[in-house]
C-alpha cells in the first residue's frame, strides 16, 4: 500500500508541474547510464508525451479562474443573451477562449484561461472599462493551459 500511495503522490506531483515522468527518467547523464522505458502507446497518451495525430493542441487541465460575463435562466432567450455576450466579448477581445454552456439550471458565458485571480482580475477590469459588460465577476474552474 506504501508502494502504491508513493506512485500515486509522485505522478500527482509531475503531472502539477506540467512535466512528464517517463521524460523526466529518460535522460542520458553521463556517467550515470541512460533509463530506456518501454510502454503501451495508450499509457503515453494518458500521460500527455504524444500530440493527437489530428493536428488539436493539447492542454492541461487545471485549477485557476474564468471571468462570468452572463448567467441567465434556462429559456431560449438566455441562450442567446448568451451566445450574444460571447460573440461581443470576441469582438472585443479577440484573444480571450470563451466558453459558453448550459449548466442547469441556467446558460452561462465565461471568458479566459487565468492561473491567478491577480491575472483575472485585470481582465476583468478591462472587461468592465468596456461599458458593454456590467454583471461579470471571478469564478473559480478548472482552466485549459495549453502546451
Given amino acids: 500500500m506504501k508502494k502504491l500511495s508513493l506512485f500515486l503522490l509522485l505522478f500527482a506531483f509531475t503531472g502539477a508541474q506540467a512535466q512528464n515522468i517517463v521524460q523526466s527518467l529518460e535522460r542520458n547523464v553521463p556517467g550515470q547510464g541512460k533509463v530506456t522505458i ?23 487541465k487545471s485549477a485557476g ?41 441556467r446558460w452561462l458565458c ?3 484561461d487565468f492561473r491567478s485571480i491577480e491575472e ?7 472587461l468592465k472599462a468596456t461599458g458593454m459588460f456590467k ?10 493551459i495549453p502546451l
Avoid: C, W
Fill in 120 to 126: 483575472a482580475d485585470a481582465m476583468m477590469r478591462k
Fill in 110 to 112: 465565461r471568458v479566459g
Fill in 38 to 60: 518501454h510502454q503501451d502507446e495508450r499509457i503515453a497518451a494518458l500521460l500527455g508525451t504524444e500530440r493527437p495525430a489530428t493536428g488539436e493542441q493539447t492542454v492541461i
Fill in 65 to 105: 479562474y474564468r471571468i462570468q460575463a452572463y448567467a441567465g435562466n434556462n429559456t431560449r432567450i438566455a441562450k442567446n443573451n448568451a451566445y450574444q455576450v460571447a460573440s461581443r466579448i470576441k469582438e472585443t477581445f479577440p484573444e480571450l477562449p470563451i466558453y459558453t454552456s448550459f449548466v442547469p439550471p
Fill in 135 to 144: 454583471e461579470v465577476s471571478i469564478v473559480k474552474e478548472q482552466i485549459n
